[in-house]
């Protein structure tokens, strides 16, 4: 997803979109608002860099749109995105996709399903194209998502409480760059991959919809927007520590994104992959992590380790990370 600084505008749309981000941040991380074309490569190279940190590693692409990886199961993996971003035309429609992990290898492709919920067949009243668009696409798993140091990536954790609205929100997707209410610039060379934050302001179509706003000339909370190229990405807000996906990218405009809001479809996200992690389920853990590549070995709350540790703790340096209220 692009990130569009404050001169960068979101247009109304039912396609892709893209991040935009206000002129302030644009000029902190060294761009200049008089020649935004010449020096956006460079001042959002920072914020493409932070859209590879490692809880945003599920964020890939599928059909021109951003989606994420919510795990696999069988030889089959299962995807979040936009209901727009798909070819459904009932709530399970026969597809043939492709999803690029963050590193552009191919994760899952071939013949699969795409899966809309019933409000996006049939809208209800008061219920709208922001609030229904959210969609999961099962397609038959050919390699499985790692990061850089060949590590399984883990599964994101999913919002199912109610308490989205006046935090702050992070974007990640692919799509155009922009700068306040300009749009339609990119990178020289590499993935059109962004991050961005704003705030949720508004929740809407009988709470099914969700909106953040976006100041184009900045400083303030609001500093970013999604933009052509992010439809279908995830929402993420930080819950109990944890990065939690809150909702799915809709559109929005110049000074407003939308999106679906994924507490309202627990119950139907769960029907499709059980597995899905939820924040409600979640337990908190402490974890032994490597210092040279990351790797993991996790206990939750109460639970004890095997006779035997992982090989791998004993040849790496590691630290204890551990969420709030846990002791290791």
């Known amino acids: 997803m692009r990130v569009i600084l404050p001169l960068v505008a979101l247009m109304l749309s039912s396609t892709a979109n893209a991040v935009v981000i206000d002129e302030d941040t644009f000029k902190r991380h060294g761009g200049d608002t008089g020649n935004v074309a010449a020096s956006i490569r460079s001042a959002s190279e920072k914020l493409r860099g932070y859209s590879y940190a490692k809880p945003w590693l599920t964020i890939g692409r599928i059909n021109g749109c951003t989606a994420t990886w919510l795990g696999s199961k069988n030889g089959w993996a ?60 099962k397609l038959p798993l050919t390699n499985p998502l790692k990061d850089r140091a060949g590590i399984p990536v883990e ?37 059109r991959r962004l991050y961005g934050r704003s705030k949720i302001t508004s929740i809407f ?18 500093w970013a927007r999604v933009a052509a190229g992010d439809s279908g990405s995830a929402w993420w807000q930080i819950k109990d520590t944890k990065p939690v996906i ?8 110049s000074k407003l994104s939308t999106g679906a809001r994924i507490s309202k479809y627990a119950n139907w996200i769960r029907s499709i992959y059980p ?25 939750e709350v109460g639970q004890r380790s095997d006779y035997s540790l992982p090989a791998w703790i004993y040849a790496h340096d590691v630290f204890v990370q551990a969420d709030s209220g846990v002791s290791v």
């Open 78 to 137: 299962y995807f979040l995105t936009a209901a727009h971003c798909v070819p459904y035309s009932a709530t399970e429609t026969p597809v043939q996709l492709t999803f690029n992990g963050w590193d552009g290898s191919i994760v899952a492709s071939g013949l699969g399903i795409a899966y809309v919920p019933k409000e996006r067949v049939k809208v209800p009243a008061y219920m709208g194209g922001a609030s229904t668009d959210v969609a999961i696409v």
């Open 155 to 191: 599964r994101p954790i999913l919002n199912d409480r109610e308490d989205e609205k006046d935090r702050a929100v992070m974007f990640v997707g692919y799509g155009v760059w922009g700068v306040g209410l300009n749009e339609g610039y990119g990178p020289e060379s590499g993935a």
């Open 205 to 222: 179509e009988s709470d099914y919809g969700i909106g953040a706003s976006y100041k184009p000339v900045g400083p303030s909370a609001n």
């Open 246 to 253: 809150v909702a799915t990218t809709n559109g929005g405009h």
């Open 275 to 299: 597995e899905a992690r939820f924040l409600s389920e979640t337990r908190p853990q402490g974890c032994i992590v490597s210092l040279r590549n990351g790797a993991k070995y996790c206990l």
